[in-house]
T-cell receptor, first 116, second 114 residues
Framework: AQSVTQPDIHITVSEGASLELRCNYS??????LFWYVQSPGQGLQLLLKYFSGDTLVQGIKGFEAEFKRSQSSFNLRKPSVHWSDAAEYFC??????????????WGLGTSLAVNP | EAQVTQNPRYLITVTGKKLTVTCSQN?????MSWYRQDPGLGLRQIYYSMNVEVTDKGDVPEGYKVSRKEKRNFPLILESPSPNQTSLYFC?????????????FGNGTRLTVT
């Protein structure tokens, strides 16, 4: 069955430290992969996506992610975290087609706290 | 500015009192969808719409209705809300002219049913 696992429910890092958020997936074919961020009181905003090609993708706000097919992973990284990066991060994989609906399978999210 | 607008942002109501959460997008997207977000359960799709007058159930449609009379609007209707519908709700839209274009989300509606 298709699934997305974000092993870390909550992570705390110090401002300026590096960050890696893990995402593992189970999907029968080549997946489309997404990372979204949800800041407090906000909707989900797309950080980056992977469809094909270069397995290291760059996103907004200085984030990047690397697709590793052999490990079924799509980990999100940032070299130096800012206090404004404190948010909930969601990994998603798709498409999963049911009829006309091509939807994503969502991870449960990783909550990031940033210490000053 | 391209956006998905939900209203209201916060809503407290009582069991059984009908309510509507509005959603509007200005990107001319054909696809729109509603989700609820609950701790430990993640994001679950309630209903989706492929175009005007074309709607269908998602994963958790019980207790909800939707309509799509205009392309830009996709209201979520709870005709008899119950406490188990207390949740954070998100509307989203997507451009279907590009395969797997990303979803654009509204800022959410936090609903409390007492």
């Amino acid at each position: 069955a298709q699934s997305v696992t974000q092993p870390d429910i909550h992570i705390t890092v110090s401002e300026g430290a590096s960050l890696e958020l893990r995402c593992n997936y189970s999907y029968g074919a080549t997946p489309y992969l997404f990372w979204y961020v949800q800041s407090p009181g906000q909707g989900l905003q797309l950080l980056l996506k992977y469809f094909s090609g270069d397995t290291l993708v760059q996103g907004i706000k200085g984030f990047e992610a690397e697709f590793k097919r052999s490990q079924s992973s799509f980990n999100l990284r940032k070299p130096s975290v800012h206090w404004s990066d404190a948010a909930e991060y969601f990994c998603a994989v798709g498409p999963v087609s049911t009829g006309n609906n091509r939807k994503l399978i969502w991870g449960l999210g990783t909550s990031l706290a940033v210490n000053p | 500015e391209a956006q998905v607008t939900q209203n209201p942002r916060y809503l407290i109501t009582v069991t059984g009192k009908k309510l509507t959460v509005t959603c509007s997008q200005n990107m001319n997207h054909e696809y729109m969808s509603w989700y609820r977000q609950d701790p430990g359960l993640g994001l679950r799709q309630i209903y989706y719409s492929m175009n005007v007058e074309v709607t269908d159930k998602g994963d958790v449609p019980e207790g909800y209705k939707v309509s799509r009379k205009e392309k830009r609007n996709f209201p979520l209707i709870l005709e008899s809300p119950s406490p188990n519908q207390t949740s954070l709700y998100f509307c989203a839209s997507r451009d279907t002219s590009t395969y797997n274009s990303p979803l654009h989300f509204g800022n959410g509606t936090r609903l409390t049913v007492t």
